[in-house]
């Protein structure tokens, strides 16, 4: 039977599992300690194709690794990389990755022993492995790229994972090329909300950014933490709230401000480069509007926040991933790194 485990939001356990028994209901769900999910797939469901938004990180057909210390840990792993990876002379990434809180008992600072000790084993052994492997995680996928994972679940135990191009293709809605599906973002003061960490975390993991010259419409804009970015990088924008932006924002040349209701909004030129949303209401009035602008075409990429009250919101995130899938864009439905109760769907339309 094959197997996967799934890291994922300190409490986000059962409703990860959750998730995962109304997208593959033939398979067993279970939580493996805080912050991970195992599968055990029904044959029918190995070769899906889960869209999962609460998974930050998936390790397809993970193998244990019990070893008492850093170095036993090091040294399996490294052994396992090697003959893995013998005959591969293309490009791979290396994450090693915990799911830390306060109380853990695994830290980053034992991952970043682990990794050290394993890439100085393999400068030792297999110099070419070095050469070869990707270090910026923000570098889109190579099309023959092998990601190699190493995940620390308890002190002693640990577990392994290869995934190769086509696995990587087809659990694309639940794996990450950022390690452990983390996505850290700069701090910068000058935007007039924190909200800007969402959309600039979008931008990495879509792996576009907005451009100088494109035009965006940013619904549900006010106090303007993604129009902010916007302009910033050169783009045009059309805010459409109720209440002004900050004062610069509203001053800015490349602005057109629209007092009203961002969910009755219909741009005059379509498409558009950007549709944003990161308006607070009811999941199921956002999964609307994200659903009319796709499939009247009104705009070339978007990014869409869905906030919820609580957990009985979640199961309407169904009906989203079919919307998603019937317009063909290329998506991703994450719950960010820098997402609070709410989840964002972005991508790009063909």
Same mark, same amino acid.
């Given at each position: 039977?094959?197997?996967?485990? #799934?890291?994922?939001?300190?409490?986000?356990?059962?409703?990860?599992?959750?998730?995962?028994?109304? !997208?593959?209901? @033939?398979?067993?769900?279970?939580?493996?300690?805080?912050? $991970?999910?195992?599968?055990? +797939?029904?044959?029918?469901?190995?070769?899906?194709?889960?869209?999962?938004?609460?998974?930050?990180?998936?390790?397809?057909?993970?193998?244990?690794?019990?070893?008492?210390?850093?170095? =036993?840990?090091?040294?399996?792993?490294?052994?396992?990389?090697?003959?893995?990876?013998?005959?591969?002379?293309? &490009?791979?990434?290396?994450?090693?990755?915990?799911?830390?809180?306060?109380?853990?008992?695994?830290?980053?600072?034992?991952?970043?022993?682990?990794?050290?000790?394993?890439?100085?084993? +393999?400068?030792?052994?297999?110099?070419?492995?070095?050469?070869?492997?990707?270090?910026?995680?923000?570098? &889109?996928?190579?099309?023959?790229?092998?990601?190699?994972?190493?995940?620390? !679940?308890?002190?002693?135990?640990?577990?392994?994972?290869?995934?190769?191009?086509?696995?990587?293709?087809?659990?694309?809605?639940?794996?990450?090329?950022?390690?452990?599906?983390?996505?850290?973002?700069?701090?910068?003061?000058? &935007? &007039?909300?924190?909200? #800007?960490?969402?959309?600039?975390?979008?931008?990495?993991?879509?792996?576009?950014?907005?451009?100088?010259?494109?035009?965006?419409?940013?619904?549900?804009?006010?106090?303007?933490?993604?129009?902010?970015?916007?302009?910033?990088?050169? @783009?045009?924008?059309?805010?459409?709230?109720?209440?002004?932006?900050?004062?610069?924002?509203?001053? /800015?040349? /490349?602005?057109?401000? !629209?007092?009203?209701?961002?969910?009755?909004?219909?741009?005059?030129?379509?498409?558009?480069? $950007?549709?944003?949303?990161?308006?607070?209401?009811?999941? !199921?009035?956002?999964?609307?509007?994200?659903?009319?602008?796709? =499939?009247?075409?009104?705009?070339?990429?978007?990014?869409?926040?869905?906030?919820?009250?609580?957990?009985?919101?979640?199961?309407?995130?169904?009906?989203?991933?079919?919307?998603?899938?019937?317009?063909?864009?290329?998506?991703?439905?994450?719950? +960010?790194?820098?997402?609070?109760?709410?989840?964002?769907?972005?991508?790009?339309?063909?």
């Amino acid at each position: 039977m094959t197997s996967r485990l #799934y890291a994922c939001r300190p409490g986000r356990e059962r409703v990860l599992a959750d998730e995962l028994a109304r !997208v593959l209901p @033939a398979s067993r769900h279970e939580v493996h300690g805080t912050g $991970w999910v195992e599968s055990r +797939l029904a044959s029918g469901d190995a070769a899906a194709s889960p869209c999962l938004a609460f998974a930050a990180q998936c390790l397809p057909d993970p193998e244990p690794i019990q070893a008492p210390s850093v170095s =036993a840990t090091a040294q399996a792993a490294a052994q396992l990389v090697m003959e893995r990876l013998s005959g591969h002379e293309g &490009p791979w990434r290396f994450h090693v990755f915990c799911v830390e809180t306060p109380g853990s008992t695994v830290r980053a600072s034992r991952c970043g022993l682990v990794e050290k000790q394993v890439l100085d084993a +393999l400068r030792r052994r297999q110099k070419r492995l070095v050469a070869t492997r990707v270090v910026v995680s923000a570098r &889109p996928w190579e099309r023959d790229e092998i990601l190699v994972q190493v995940a620390l !679940v308890e002190p002693r135990l640990a577990f392994f994972s290869v995934a190769g191009s086509a696995e990587r293709e087809r659990l694309k809605g639940c794996m990450s090329r950022f390690p452990g599906g983390v996505v850290e973002v700069s701090e910068d003061r000058a &935007p &007039p909300s924190r909200a #800007y960490r969402k959309l600039l975390e979008v931008e990495l993991r879509l792996g576009r950014r907005i451009s100088s010259g494109e035009t965006c419409v940013d619904l549900g804009a006010s106090p303007g933490g993604w129009t902010h970015v916007a302009l910033g990088r050169g @783009a045009r924008v059309i805010a459409v709230d109720r209440s002004p932006l900050r004062a610069d924002l509203m001053a /800015h040349p /490349h602005l057109t401000f !629209v007092r009203g209701d961002g969910f009755s909004f219909e741009p005059e030129d379509k498409p558009v480069d $950007w549709l944003l949303s990161d308006i607070i209401a009811f999941p !199921v009035r956002t999964i609307g509007l994200l659903e009319r602008w796709l =499939a009247k075409r009104w705009c070339r990429c978007f990014c869409v926040t869905i906030k919820f009250r609580g957990q009985d919101d979640y199961p309407e995130l169904e009906r989203l991933k079919a919307i998603l899938v019937a317009s063909g864009a290329d998506f991703q439905l994450r719950e +960010l790194t820098n997402n609070k109760n709410e989840v964002t769907a972005f991508g790009e339309l063909g």
